[in-house]
């Protein structure tokens, strides 16, 4: 069983920056995993921002950035904006089972 | 704009067949790769499989055994079936948009799904 681990909650100010992370159970994470990030508020659907590691769609604010990092893909805002309080995930993708697998979410509180 | 709406029972005994469908509205379904994911409440996302316009299926291996999904292209909707239901199936259901690299970019609102007698 495949897991994908991302921090529980992270805390940060407004205007500050904070990374998030997403590691794999089964090693360190490449490009070949194609990571993904997503937002979502309570009661919304997710929202995608990152795709193949570091691309953004249209609609993702430049504030937002992916990357890999230590053998883990990661999600770094900058200038964090009060309405970026949201829970974000992860998202890899195995390819010799053709899967893709979600991580458990991270809780980004801004305070 | 594409957009995607998810439709069918909210409500499914235990042991019978959760069933979805999806319409694809503003664009093709055709040359991309069409996902259900869930959400139980208060939890995190699970990518429940893909079908490829073409046909091809992946699902993912805790839920293989169970699960079926299809498209209907002259439609411009694809379904999920979601057999033996029991109350840990109760999620809310969405269907999204992928490609060979990213999963997601267009997603639909999301259906409750609650699986009760």
């Known amino acids: 069983q495949t897991v994908v681990t991302q921090e529980p909650s992270l805390t940060v100010s407004p205007g500050g920056t904070v990374t998030l992370t997403c590691a794999s159970s089964?090693?360190?994470?490449?490009?070949?995993?194609?990571p993904n990030w997503f937002q979502q508020k309570p009661g919304q659907a997710p929202r995608a921002l990152i795709y193949s590691t570091g691309n953004k769609h249209s609609w993702t604010p430049a504030r937002f950035s992916g990357s890999l990092l230590g053998g883990k893909a990661a999600l770094t805002l900058s200038g964090v904006q009060p309405e970026d309080e949201a829970e974000y995930y992860c998202?890899?993708?195995?390819?010799?089972?053709?899967?893709?697998?979600f991580g458990g979410g991270t809780k980004l509180t801004v305070l | 704009q594409m957009q995607l709406q998810e439709s069918g029972p909210g409500l499914v005994k235990p042991s019978e067949t959760l069933s979805l469908t999806c319409t694809v509205s503003?664009?093709?379904?055709?040359?991309?790769?069409w996902n259900w994911i869930r959400q139980p409440p208060g939890k995190g996302l699970e990518w429940i499989g893909y079908i490829y316009y073409s046909g091809s299926t992946n699902y993912n291996p805790s839920l293989k055994s169970r699960v079926s999904i299809s498209v209907d292209t002259s439609k411009n909707q694809f379904s999920l079936k979601l057999s033996s239901v029991t109350a840990a199936d109760t999620a809310v259901y969405y269907c999204?948009?992928?490609?060979?690299?990213?999963?997601?970019?267009?997603w639909g609102q999301g259906t409750l799904v609650t699986v009760s007698s």
């Open positions: 503003g664009g093709s379904i055709s040359s991309y790769y």
């Open positions: 998202l890899l993708y195995y390819g010799g089972a053709q899967n893709w697998v």
């Open positions: 089964t090693g360190a994470v490449t490009s070949a995993y194609y």
């Open positions: 999204a948009r992928g490609h060979i690299d990213s999963m997601g970019d267009y």
